[in-house]
């Protein structure tokens, strides 16, 4: 299976577009959030969405390397990847699974989640022995109990055998604001304190995120659940709150196509409109477009060639980016154009192209990873 990959790899990047990957990010920024929580509350590292992208058997092998106490995934596949790559630590299954189908995801080996009184049942129903967290809706407005329903779940939870309740977590909607973070944390205090009522009084309690975990440290309980901060991919004003690493070092690729173009020719770059060109044009093709996780049309930016700036031209097509490359005399087939990261004394942040194109960090990261093959630097 090794061997497979690394042909498929090794094909992939005859096209020449992808991302480095910072292997030891992972590891220091998981030395940082210890230092955020009190000693002995629990990390479990969030890897839904495949990991941000990045693969989430390949980040929890590399927490797991680093000592990680836990792990949360969005899906059972990503769950069996963690398993499947050997690491034995607790995965808790966020709420993404029918009720229908609860006896096939407890015998998963994983903690799983109860949202609802759907699940509740459908889990105890199944008769497969599972280990479970409850969730909270503190007025986030997704999943979890309201506060009119934990008291009913925590009474069947307590009635039967079949469904251990591990832990109880939740999730914060807006950990800027520091009244909504207060009323929610609130909320949960009380489902915490209806939970020791029923019997629950030894279960992991979980709330805070990277955000929180930032923002608000008193508010660590006895678990949090960092995704973002363990990848080093917060948005700029939370990076600048401690001194994270990001995973995500570059995403680059190499011209393949040079064109000189003379006045008077007329360009559809891009499919746009055809222009008449004033000036003699140079242009390059780098094998990377929207179906790599950019954007189609502008704006488009900019990109670094030799330590340069270099404009993106008319609109991105599924797998090339045309740059100009008039004032670049330089440049040839087979330079190194940097989408992402740094190139001699000059640099494009992850957050300076996610301002350009109008797309939330978050959202871009794991555009840009789950197409690119990835290179592992140390």
């Known amino acids: 299976m090794e061997k497979n990959d690394q042909r498929v790899r090794e094909l992939r990047l005859l096209r020449p577009a992808w991302a480095e990957i910072d292997s030891g990010a992972i590891r220091a920024n998981l030395s940082v959030a210890r230092k ?4 002995g509350v629990k990390i479990y590292f969030v890897c839904k969405g495949n990991g941000f992208g990045f693969g989430a058997a390949n980040v929890a092998k590399l927490a797991d390397a680093a000592g990680i106490d836990g792990f949360c995934v969005g899906s059972p596949e990503e769950g069996v990847a963690i398993r499947e790559a050997g690491v034995e630590r607790e995965v808790l299954l966020f709420a993404s699974t029918l009720p229908e189908d609860a006896a096939r995801v407890a015998s998963l080996g994983l903690t799983v989640t109860i949202q609802s009184m759907e699940s509740l049942s459908a889990f105890v129903s199944a008769g497969v022995p599972v280990d479970a967290f409850v969730e909270i809706d503190p007025g986030f407005g997704r999943f979890g109990f309201l506060s009119l329903q934990w008291r009913e779940a925590f009474t069947a939870l307590a009635a ?14 807006s950990p800027g604001d520091e009244e909504v973070t207060a009323r929610q944390a609130g909320v949960f205090d009380a489902a915490v304190a209806d939970a020791k009522a029923a019997g629950f ?15 608000h440290p008193n508010l660590d309980y006895q678990a949090v659940d960092p995704g ?17 690493r990001p995973m995500l070092r570059a995403v680059r690729g190499r011209i393949i196509h040079i064109q000189e ?13 055809p222009i008449r060109l004033e000036h003699a044009m140079r242009v390059g093709v780098v094998p990377i477009g929207f179906g790599d996780g950019l954007n189609h049309v502008p704006p488009l930016g900019q990109v670094l060639i030799d330590g340069a700036s270099a404009p993106v031209m008319g609109r991105r097509s599924l797998q090339h980016t045309v ?12 330079s190194v154009v940097t989408f992402v990261g740094q190139d001699e004394e000059a640099t494009i942040t992850i957050d300076e192209l996610a301002n350009t194109l109008a797309v939330p960090v978050m959202e871009l990261l794991p555009r840009l990873l789950r197409s690119l093959p990835h290179v592992l630097l140390s």
Not at 36 to 39: I, K, S
Not at 160 to 173: A, C, N, W
Request: glycine fraction near 8%.
């Open 160 to 173: 039967q055998s079949t469904v251990r309740l591990k832990g109880i977590y939740t999730h914060l909607s």
């Open 36 to 39: 955020l929580v009190r000693e």
């Open 261 to 273: 173009h003379p006045a008077g020719s007329m360009l559809g770059i891009g499919y746009a409109t």
């Open 323 to 334: 740059i100009d490359l008039t004032h670049l005399p330089s440049a040839r087939v087979g």
């Open 201 to 215: 009084d030894k279960v992991t309690t979980m709330l805070a995120s990277s955000r929180v975990m930032l923002a």
């Open 228 to 244: 973002r901060l363990l990848y080093g991919a917060l948005d700029r004003e939370w990076m600048e709150m401690a001194p994270l």
